[in-house]
């Protein structure tokens, strides 16, 4: 299965990171509310960064990757990637 590893801009400007298999599907679940209790009281406002074609186990090790950085480096990450076009 194709797994993806996410990061979102939140309404409070924090950078939620996560991974799923259907983007789309998350994206709406994290709007509604459900799913990552780390979207109450916050609201998503952007995807920033999607990276696609791993397993589960490759994708969970790469977003605790992510989620260690600072986020100076996640934002150049995020850039590096924008420059190359849109998601």
Excluded at 32 to 44: D, L, M, Q, T, V
Excluded at 69 to 85: C, P, T, Y
């Amino acid at each position: 299965m194709n797994w993806h590893v996410y990061i979102i801009l939140c309404s409070d400007d924090t950078l939620y990171t996560g991974i799923t298999t259907d983007i789309e599907r998350r994206m709406r679940e994290h709007a509604n509310g459900r799913g990552a209790k780390y979207f109450r009281g916050r609201e998503p406002k952007q995807l920033l960064y999607l990276e696609s074609g791993h397993d589960r186990s490759t994708a969970s090790k790469r977003e605790m990757s992510i989620k260690g950085m600072k986020r100076a480096d996640k934002q150049l990450m995020i850039v590096s990637v924008a420059e190359k076009g849109p998601l």
